[in-house]
Every structure is written in C-alpha cells, then in structure tokens.
C-alpha cells in the first residue's frame, strides 16, 4: 500500500510520516452523534468503539443511484485499510467512517447508474432527469419515486445468473425504495454492504449533526472575507507551480450553502449581507444566526469546507480525498 499525507491546515508545515499520524491524539466528538450514523453487522461495534472515544478515518461521497460509481466503494474501503493501518500503529481502535453528502445538489451526477449487461456491453439507465429552471434540491430532499422500480427491473433483466444474483437485487430492493429519499438509500446500502468490514456511515443531514455543524457554518460566515482572500493567495500559489485552482475561488463567494427559494445555492458576501448566488435572496448575519438556530438544516458546508467540519465534529486522525 502506498500513502500518501497533505497537511490541512493553512501553513507550510511538512506534511506528517505515517508514524506521526498514528501518535496524534484528536479531541473527542463535540457532540452526541448516535442517531447521525448508521451501522450494520461489525460497524455497529465499531460505531460503540467510536461513541466511547476511539478515533477515526474519514471519507465521503455524495449519494449515487444503486450506490453510484465503484470509485464510490473504492473510497470506502481505502478508509477502512488506512484505519487499520493506524489502528496497529497506535494500539487503539480507529474507526472507519464515510460521510454521505446528503446535502449535494448535482442531480446529474446522482440520476444515473452504468452496469454491464449480458452481452458485456456498458449500459447507462437514468432514474429521471431534472430541468435546468428546476430548484437545485438536495439529495436528501429528493424522493428516488417511482422510476426506481423501473431502474431495478431494467437490472434485473440485464444481471447473468449467478450464485450471487439473488442476494445483490434484494440488498438493493431493500434500500433503493419508491419512498426513500436518495441519501437515505445510499446510506443504508452502503453500510450493509460495507458494515462487514466495519465501516460506519454517518448522515450528516440528520438533525443531531445539523445542530452540531452550526457553529462551525456560522464561524465561516463570520471570517468570510478573510477566507475568501487567504484561498485566493493558495489558489494564485497553485497556478504559479502549474496546477489549476480546483473550485473558483476569490470571487467574495463564501463556503457555506443555503437552501433558498431556488433550492441549494451559494452564500455570497455582498456588503454587509449575503446574497444566494442563484436566487438573489439575501440576509443579514444577524438573520443567518437566527436561521442556524431555528433551521440548520438549511445550511450546509460547500466541498471546500466539507473536510473541516468533518474534523470539527468527529475525533479526525486522517481523511481520504478523492483524486482532484
């Protein structure tokens, strides 16, 4: 296995050794999580390892048809090989656990699936598209409805005959309901599929995290123009060594989301307001405070920020980027 560290934190401090890693000591989870995650078979003594203290190894993906790409799994399961690395390392348990990003919006990416078919041949079947006018809704705001019956036959007609048909279609039957939502079906699978080697999911969208992440969001509405300025200085460091900036940054957008008239949208920093990018709605800080208080189910961190609230919320040792 080759492993390879970047430091996250805004310095020039080298990257830590494996070893290092492994004799850090993170702060415990802020917060009472235990409805947030969801836990089969060995993942739900991993999760007890995890509620009594043990450290983790994050990833996450957001939510995709019938579990979306196999890069999905791939991330998954380099978590749980790097928790057992430091696991021995340390001499205590870490756990591994994968954030589904039930607050992602792309539809486009989420709708459609590719398998093989008999005639081992790439198929591609979409669950529905969404218009471009349409507000940008959530993942775990949108229902998978009653194309996904159709998704599930379209499989079931293309799927040879083998030892392992049977059990595959009912985990996915299981899971991927007219009346699930897309996160929640995602999360579900994935940790069935996954608990056997003591994966953890957690639903960042349940109400217990969105309580704990709020001052964290809030935190990030605060420094906005601060943080705006320091990832442009990174983004312009980048360019110079010939890697492109891989999300537009220093254009006064903040790294926190908001759902809004036109669904999810971008907070922007306009004055002494923040104005959603897509809809033009805006609020004071003041009202934001309120809303976090009253609906922080309506905030949301943007990929940028995703990582750091992960950090915040759960006792982090390492966490597994995908390949941007």
């Known amino acids: 296995m080759s492993l390879h560290f ?13 070893a290092e890693l492994a004799g850090r000591r993170p702060p415990p989870m802020a917060t009472p999580l235990r409805d ?15 509620l009594a203290g043990a450290a983790c190894v994050t990833t996450g993906q957001q939510p995709g048809l019938l579990t979306g790409p196999l890069f999905t799994v791939y991330k998954a399961l380099t978590a749980v090989a790097l928790a057992e690395v430091l696991e021995r390392q340390r001499g205590q348990p870490v756990v591994p656990v994968f954030w589904v ?3 992602d919006h792309d539809f486009a990416e ?11 041949e790439l198929e591609r079947v979409v669950l529905r ?24 036959a379209e499989l079931v007609a293309q799927s040879p005959n083998t ?12 899971h991927y309901r007219s009346d699930r939502d897309f996160a929640t079906a995602f999360a579900g699978s994935v940790a069935e599929l996954l608990g056997r080697f003591g994966l953890v999911v957690l639903r960042p969208t349940s109400a217990a995290a969105k309580q704990a992440m709020a ?22 460091v980048l360019r110079h060594t010939g890697y492109p900036a891989p999300v537009p940054v220093g254009d ?49 961190p943007n990929v940028l920020l995703r990582p750091v609230v992960e950090a915040s919320l759960l006792p982090t040792l390492a966490y597994v980027a995908g390949p941007g």
């Open 163 to 174: 030892e392992f048909r049977g059990d595959v279609l009912a985990w996915l039957e299981r």
């Open 36 to 50: 947030a995650f969801v836990a089969h078979d060995r993942g739900a003594d991993r999760l007890a390892q995890l």
């Open 252 to 300: 006064g957008a903040t790294l926190v989301m908001i759902e809004g008239k036109m669904g999810r949208d971008r907070l922007v920093l306009d004055g002494e307001r923040f104005a959603a990018r897509r809809s033009g709605e805006s609020w004071t800080l003041t009202q934001l405070e309120r809303l976090a208080e009253d609906e922080p189910r309506r905030l949301s």
């Open 215 to 236: 001052s964290h969001l809030l935190r990030a509405l605060r420094s906005a123009g601060d943080i705006d300025r320091a990832l442009d200085t990174r983004a312009a």
């Open 6 to 18: 970047e430091s996250t934190a805004l310095s020039a401090a080298t990257p830590p050794t494996l």
């Open 101 to 103: 990003a039930g607050d």
């Open 129 to 152: 598209e969404r218009e471009p006018s349409a507000p940008l809704t959530p993942l775990y705001r949108e229902p998978l409805g009653s194309e996904v019956a159709r998704v599930l």
């Open 110 to 120: 989420a709708n459609h699936v590719h398998y093989l078919t008999l005639e081992n």
